[in-house]
Each structure stands twice: as C-alpha cells, then as structure tokens.
C-alpha cells in the first residue's frame, strides 16, 4: 500500500514548481491532493497531470493573503475530499533587494504571503489535522547567508515561519500533530528567475552545494516530504531541515 493511501493533502502554490512537486509526489503516494493558487489555468493543468497518473485532485483558486479566501479554501478541501491530514504552506511573495529599494507594500506582501498566511492555515486546519496530521511550513537557506545584502527582508520572513513552525510542533503535538519547516533548493521558476537575472550569483552559489546539483521538485524535494509525513517520520516534529543537496549549514 502507498505510504499515504487514504490521507488528504492541502498543498498551497501548487500550480507550479515546488508545490506542484510536492502535489505529484503526494498524489503518487496514495493521498489526496487540494491543489491551491491564484492561477486557476495552472492549478487545472497540475490536477489534470495528477489525474493522467492515476491520482484524485481539487482545484481550488485561493489567494493566501486573503482570510475568507483561506478559510473558504479550507472548508471545501474538508467537503470535497473527506477531511484533511496534511497541510503544505508552501506559496510565498518574494520581497527582494536591498532594504533601501524593498518598498512596504513588497514587504507586506511577503509577510502575509508567508508567516500571516502560514500562521491562519495552521489555525484553521487544526481541527481537521487532529490525530494524525501533519503541516509542512517553508524556510529558507538565505537566512544563512553570510552576506544578507539584497536577501534581508526575504529572510525575515522565512525565519519568522520558522519560529511559527517551532511554536506550533511544541503546542499540537498533544494534538497528534506534526509540524516541520523544509528549506528547499529545487529547480523550480524561482530558480529559473535567479539564473537567468543573476547568473553569476545563482552559478556561485550553486558551486558550494556538495552534491553539485540542484534538487527535482517531485523526486527530490516532493519525495522527502511524503517521508515527512508518513509513518516512517512518526517522531520528528519541531525541525527545519535542509532539503539542498547539503549546501546549508542549520546549526
């Protein structure tokens, strides 16, 4: 039987890249995916490749920034799909540049993209989670970046969910709750963005990841995911893990 056979997945930013991995790997091993964005032609096109391999998935158009969007998202993943076990905050607005040029509405679109955005799903999905859930928030390895020049406001905000994820795996876990942050490097549009604006940046910095390559966003980072939440990791919770081919050092 497939690691996750009857489980529900809510997987946010799932029309494309990271969560459209992550969306495949979790439809392959047995659940159920709500696929979530703001792109509905995206999020159709995901459900129609999960459907062509076999898989059950939900379009559901969603703005994270919006509270009724969420909630309204929430409560048709649960009608739809039978309930809800695992829950993905992947979506994310990237505010870059230096603090000087990072406007505050760019600012304030990462911070309810992200922690805000984060911080209301975990709470509305909660009581659907009990028992046997599992929430996967997003970090990332910029916040570990020696130089933060260009990265700081990004940072902030990532490191905030972090903090959120810590808070919640110590709070739910009474609940038979798991929460963990993953801290991916894939070959997602962002990836593609970076490589193609800063080249020199994104070859030098992919140069001091230790396997050498970067991640597949089904095969490497959507695959440790269905790990994360199967049984297998049944006593992990409370962690940021790099999931980089080893380039991050968390400690």
């Known amino acids: 039987m497939a690691k996750l056979q009857g ?6 930013g799932a029309g ?17 995916i709500a696929v979530t964005g703001r792109t509905l032609a995206k999020l159709e096109a995901t459900v129609a490749e999960i459907g062509k391999r076999g898989g ?7 703005d994270v920034k919006n509270a009724a969007s ?23 607005e990237v505010p870059l540049g230096a603090l000087l040029q990072v406007s505050d509405d ?12 984060s911080f209301r799903l975990m709470k509305l999905c909660h009581p659907h989670l009990k028992g046997d859930g599992n929430i996967i928030n997003f970090g990332s390895s910029s916040a570990k970046r ?10 902030a905000v990532k490191e905030a969910i972090r903090q959120l994820t810590r808070a919640a795996a110590c709070e739910f876990a009474k609940d038979g709750i798991r ?10 549009p962002a990836m593609a963005w970076w490589t193609r ?5 994104a070859a030098a910095f992919v140069a001091t990841v230790p396997q050498g390559r970067v991640g597949s966003c089904e095969h490497d980072i959507g695959r440790f995911v269905v790990s994360l939440c199967s049984e297998d990791s049944r006593y992990i919770t409370g962690q940021s893990i790099g999931v980089d081919g080893g380039q991050a050092f968390l400690g």
């Open 7 to 12: 489980k529900v997945a809510l997987v946010t």
């Open 16 to 32: 494309q890249g990271v969560g459209q991995g992550i969306a495949f790997a979790l439809a392959a091993a047995g659940a159920k």
């Open 56 to 62: 059950t998935a939900l379009a559901i158009e969603c």
């Open 70 to 92: 969420l909630e309204a998202c929430v409560a048709r993943t649960v009608g739809e799909l039978g309930g809800l076990n695992i829950l993905v905050n992947n979506a994310q």
């Open 106 to 117: 760019a600012f304030t679109a990462g911070w309810e993209s992200g922690p805000l955005a």
């Open 146 to 155: 020696w130089d933060l020049a260009g990265y700081g406001a990004y940072a």
């Open 179 to 188: 929460v963990n942050a993953i801290l991916p490097l894939a070959d997602s």
């Open 197 to 201: 604006e800063r080249p020199d940046e």
